[in-house]
């Protein structure tokens, strides 16, 4: 399922998106919920989650119908809890 659900980003979504410098990455299904992660200039906007449900949901939802949904993902990256580890221990 995460083969189809990436392929449909890639072919699909993105290229949507890209127009508006954005982009749409799979985190995980879990308990047959696709958690969908927004990057670029997609990642801060306000209309994100409209974004989501009218474009993004719907296009899983065609292809995938045994879906049970499609959420935002608002985790923090290993990457950014490092960085604030480093500036809170003095390395930068």
Known sequence: ???????ILYKEVNPLL???YG???????????????MLGAC???PCSQETLENIIE????EEIPEIGG?????GV???LINFAKDILNGKR
């Open 1 to 7: 399922m995460e083969n189809k659900v990436n392929q």
């Open 18 to 20: 890209n127009k508006h």
């Open 23 to 37: 982009s749409a990455e799979l985190v995980e299904i879990k308990d047959n919920i696709v958690y969908i992660k």
């Open 43 to 45: 990642g801060g906007c």
């Open 58 to 61: 719907a296009k899983i939802r």
């Open 70 to 74: 499609v959420r935002l993902y608002h």
């Open 77 to 79: 990256s290993d990457e």
